[in-house]
């Protein structure tokens, strides 16, 4: 018999005469737009800047109204339901007062989680998020199930609702901006780890862990939560979760989780600890990315057979821009880290290098503390090459780090710290200091923002440039 979703048709027919207001409009929400006016729904549309002309020309297709620019949410009034992007914050006084006056706030991802007949997996931590998420749908391929991706990967699963099935599996990669309003949590909850970030946004750091614990808030008991055991944060969350909790460690020879001992992951039971593979047979480099490893074994390991979790590991590449190796000129290799847009990213992608390191680094600046990163550079790196905002914030925990710091082996000295202008300059300047069987890692540690429209521009326009070299 063909599956009905009743949840879904309700939804559709709830909605079709409200008056609907739609702040933000970026991936998740375009595809949002087009499903709702075909259902008839009054739409307005709100957004804080102008927008491509593409998207003009499919509001004025459909003869929308639309605020845009400054002030922008001045005319929220009178809505049934608000739709917010992710980094529209929910406190917003416009939203505030439309919510107290009866309005629904909720989002494109909110729905997916309500919606959605499948069993739901979400991904979330500061670091990992995007790599972790990305393998376990890869798993979970390799068994030969059906199943979706996306979230905050960029794929927006609204509409492709229609077409899932309860033994269906949905894998979701989740912001702290998009868990903020979240009230209900996937069946499978995964948190890689937590360290400051998006303080730019987050009112505070404590704002963004309580944002996370929303993946596991509304869990029961016969769900499951993937932790980090070395993470202080993410360990203690077990102290007040409902679901079934599952660690994973890079440091801690478990009794019960997942394990990574002496370069070999392996499945921890009341002590017996079983072999699952060696690292030397995975293609990802870094001890941050066997750690995503054993968090993906633990989410699907009741789900998928061991050989097909091999198979898919073995097999797996990784994510662009995510330690990405980009070109070898003159026995120098370049690799693209784009991703990397806090401190703790970049330490890992450091880590995962024996050779000496050209490190081109610096951005946008998300006000975060830039001190924890000077050790491992003044340690890993012999040339350093900044840009951006946070050059000197950069700058200055170095070159404080290499006055002040007599414990540690320093490989750079202050004549070795070049700040540019360019992401054009930074890469001629890391071609004309790098040596053969060194590595060249662009690793901002710093968002995209100054420069870039994200991650993804900063990452094609940096493999773009080397490829030219």
């Known amino acids: 018999m063909k599956y009905v979703n009743e949840k879904l048709q309700e939804f559709e027919n709830y909605i079709k005469n409200k008056r609907v207001a739609i702040i ?4 998740s929400n375009i595809p949002l737009i087009e499903y709702l006016y075909k259902l008839g729904t009054n739409i307005v549309l709100f957004n804080n800047k102008q927008v491509d002309n593409n998207i003009l020309d499919m509001i004025y297709e459909y003869n929308l109204e639309f605020y845009f620019g400054e002030n922008y949410l001045s005319k929220l009034k009178g809505f049934d339901i608000i739709f917010r992007s992710p980094s529209c914050r929910p406190d917003t006084p416009e939203i505030v007062e439309e919510i107290n006056k009866g309005a629904i706030l909720t989002s494109e991802i909110e729905l997916v989680l309500e919606l959605c007949p499948g069993t739901i997996i979400g991904v979330t931590g500061s670091d990992g998020k995007t790599t972790t998420t990305s393998l376990i749908y890869e798993i979970l391929k390799e068994d030969n199930l059906n199943c ?3 979230g905050n990967i960029g794929t927006p699963l609204f509409t492709k609702i229609k077409y899932m099935k309860p033994q269906d599996y949905i894998v979701l990669e989740l912001s702290s901006f998009q868990l903020m309003t979240m009230e209900k949590s996937p069946n499978i909850a995964i948190i890689t780890n937590i360290t400051p970030n998006h303080l730019d946004i987050h009112k505070s750091y404590q704002e963004y862990i309580d944002a996370k614990t929303n993946i596991f808030k509304y869990q029961g008991e016969d769900d499951l939560l993937v932790l980090n055991y070395d993470n202080k944060i993410t360990k203690d969350f077990k102290n007040i979760a409902k679901s079934k909790v599952v660690y994973f ?12 001992d002496n370069q070999i992951i392996k499945e921890a039971e009341d002590g017996l600890r079983r072999h699952i593979i060696n690292t030397k047979d995975i293609k990802l480099r870094g001890i941050h990315n066997y750690e995503n490893i054993c968090a993906a ?14 198979r898919a590991i073995s097999n797996f590449i990784g994510v662009e821009h995510r330690l ?3 070109r070898e000129i003159n026995g120098v290799k370049w690799y693209n880290d784009s991703i990397a847009s806090s401190p703790t990213r970049t330490i890992a992608g450091l880590n995962s290098f024996d050779e000496n390191i050209v490190l081109i680094a610096g951005g946008y600046d998300k006000q975060l503390d830039y001190r924890p ?8 790196v012999k040339t350093l090459i900044l840009v951006g905002q946070t050059s000197g914030k950069i700058y200055k925990a170095v070159t404080d780090e290499i006055k002040f710091n007599l414990q540690s082996k320093i490989c750079i000295n202050e004549n070795q710290i070049f700040r540019v202008q360019t992401l054009e300059e930074a ?10 069987g060194e590595i ?3 690793s901002p540690a710093s968002a995209s923002f100054d420069m870039f429209k994200n991650f993804e521009e900063r990452g094609n326009k940096y493999k773009e440039l080397v490829n030219l070299l």
């Open 324 to 326: 990405e190796f980009v």
């Open 440 to 442: 060249v890692l662009f």
């Open 297 to 310: 074994i633990a989410a699907t390991n009741n789900i998928v057979s061991k050989e097909a979790q091999i």
């Open 148 to 150: 979706f991706l996306g």
């Open 249 to 260: 460690s890079s440091k801690e020879k478990l009794e019960n989780g997942f394990i990574l």
């Open 24 to 27: 933000g409009i970026g991936v």
């Open 373 to 380: 990163i000077a050790r491992p550079i003044i340690e890993k």
């Open 427 to 436: 890469i001629n300047k890391a071609k004309e200091f790098s040596k053969k």
